[in-house]
């Protein structure tokens, strides 16, 4: 059972991504959009949390959310994809399901 | 010029495009800055997000309003205020925001920053003086 869970919050206004990550199985897929992406980049204050994760679950950010809030791929977490929208019907289309953290 | 100048403070604590609060709120500054009173932007937490530079929508769909934020020095909006300690959660820094001038025509339109950093401290203080505080 391999599951992709989306967020799509701030980690800084909503526990979304704590919890999603607190919650993700190993070899679950994370993917990072809207104002989501903000917990993919490097130096933050939830970064260390995201890091801790990435040991475990695969993290995707939509390039397309990044790039509309000012941000190159080149501040991400080390380990981190970026995916585009068509990425992202394919990570939905192989997962067995689809969880939103909202 | 009224007879009562009032402090108004637009505080902006949401990241752009997610939510609409980010663009409502450049929209009711720029209405308001046609009524002479004493206006100051301050963006906290997520807001800080609102300045970053460099934003490209066309992949999302959406307006890029950030252009906009350029343009507050000729509205003589010339008060903005960044917290220090919300960039430095994020990672962030004056470098990754736009650089925001006015043109003081009392200095022969000598080109000013509009942006100022201050300390967590001075923005609670910023909120006390104001007697106005607009939440987005």
Redesign the interface.
Known sequence: MSKLHTV???P??KSSLESCLAHASDGAAVLLF??GI?GG?????A?ETVERALASVKVYVL???L??????EDRLLNGISVVDYGGFVDLAAQADAVQAWL | MSATVKKFLYLNRKAPYGTIYAWESLEVVLIGAAFDQDVSLAFVDDGVYQLTKGQETAGIGMKNFSPTYAALGDYEVTKIFVEQESLQERGLSLDDLQHLVWEDEDEDYAEKDSIALVSRAEMAALMDESDVVFSF
Do not use: Q
């Open positions: 799509n919050k701030s800084f206004e809207e104002d903000y980049l490097r130096g933050t204050a970064a390039g397309e959310d790039k509309a809030r000012g941000f190159g």
